[in-house]
């Protein structure tokens, strides 16, 4: 295709820095979440609302990410792409009202979902050159992105700087670095004879039920991001610090798995580490349903982490495998993901206003523990042979 060793190498670090200015992004833009609850004085109802809107937008307009991708070639598309996300940071802080607001964060969704599009689509590209998984990896920098930068945004809301000015100065420094990491990504493009897909289009077929997956994951996810404190309080007794610091170590287990996963799926194979994990957030999600004690809930929480953390990176690269354009089926697969994404915390809020939080998370258990038999899905489709779907990729040795 044109790349030396060299090449691939360069795309790689240039990838992987890329999936960390986008986890930056996010990072500050949820540090100071609260400043602008306070600013446009909401009520937790409209908040709630208002942080819908991300994923609406990116949801509607993830399947335009391919034909980009498509038109102008992956690393042009990254590039405008990504940089967009990054000047999108600066519009919620700006927002005078909640209308607005929705709308602002509809575009920063929108904008972020194309984004993640085209970086996956372009770690998956450079996974297929190096022969070897590197999509956990590239997942762990966007989960190292985003806690570093939200480690600068609590700092600045302790020292009380105005988010408007801290959205902004760090927007500006996050698109210079977007457009000079973006330079050193594989310029992939379409050959003369590939149809550029459609606008607008459902998922392809082989790309749902890796996205199925991906859901079962991602709701486990959001579930124990969003409602993992209230639990700890509400069902544990915890008190507030305890609760608090339970989110920390979801994330922080979360990113140093995503770290170390390659590794073991280069050890085990995708579909084999998709069952194991299956298995560690299963026993998790029965730690954290069966005890009363925090003590026993908050590894609970951590083992859940640890077990959907490389799931999501392994469907988007078996997505990428599954059909003749990467972009259109990763953008099916995270279609899918962010719509779990959405939906979680509100069915999870549902199911406990109804009966309980501990039968909110027999739910979640029950999801973890599907990813058992589902991992089949991961299989590699171009070795479908492979007695762990490893093919060319992932050694079974």
Not at 274 to 284: D, E, N, S
Not at 386 to 396: I, K, M, N, V
């Amino acid at each position: 295709m044109g790349e030396t060793l060299k090449d691939v190498r360069r795309a790689r670090l240039s990838v992987a820095l890329v999936f960390a200015v986008h986890g930056a992004v996010t990072g500050t833009f949820v540090s100071r979440i609260p400043w602008i609850k306070d600013q446009l004085d909401l009520s937790p109802g409209q908040l709630g609302l208002a942080l819908v809107f991300p994923a609406i937008g990116a949801s509607l307009a993830m399947p335009l990410a391919g034909r980009i991708v498509h038109r102008v070639g992956a690393r042009a598309a990254l590039q405008g792409l990504l940089s967009l996300w990054c000047l999108s940071l600066v519009l919620p802080a700006f927002s005078p009202n909640l209308a607005v607001l929705c709308l602002s964060l509809f575009v920063y969704g929108a904008t972020s979902g194309m984004s993640d599009v085209a970086m996956n689509a372009q770690g998956v590209e450079v996974e297929e050159r190096l022969g070897r998984s590197i999509m956990s990896g590239l997942h762990g920098m966007w989960s190292l992105g985003g806690l570093v930068a939200s480690g600068f945004g609590v700092l600045a809301a302790h020292q009380q700087v105005d988010a408007r000015a801290q959205y902004t100065v760090t927007a500006l420094i996050l698109v210079v670095l977007a457009q000079v990491v973006s330079r050193g990504v594989l310029d992939v493009r379409p050959t003369t004879d590939q149809e550029a897909p459609p606008r607008f289009a459902l998922p392809p077929k082989e790309s749902l039920v890796i996205g199925l997956v991906g859901f079962c994951a991602v709701f486990a996810e959001g579930a124990s991001m969003d409602w993992s404190g209230v639990y700890l309080r509400d069902i544990t007794g915890a008190s507030a610090s305890t609760a608090a610091a339970c989110y920390t170590a979801f994330a922080a287990t979360m990113a140093v798995a995503r770290l170390a996963g390659d590794a073991v799926v280069r050890r085990l194979g995708p579909v084999r580490t998709v069952r194991v994990g299956g298995v560690v957030a299963t026993v998790g999600g029965l730690l954290v349903v069966l005890t009363r004690s925090p003590y026993a809930a908050i590894p609970g929480f951590a083992l859940i982490g640890i077990g959907i953390a490389v799931v999501v990176p392994l469907a988007f690269a078996a997505a990428g495998r599954a059909g003749s354009n990467p972009s259109q089926s990763i953008a099916g697969v995270a279609t899918i993901t962010y719509t779990s994404g959405l939906v979680a915390p509100a069915v999870v809020g549902g199911i406990a206003q109804s009966s309980s939080l501990t039968v909110s998370f027999t739910v979640v258990t029950l999801l973890a523990a599907a990813l058992v038999p589902s991992a089949t899905a991961m299989r590699h489709r171009k070795e479908a042979g492979s007695p762990d779907g490893a093919g060319s990729l992932e050694p079974t040795g």
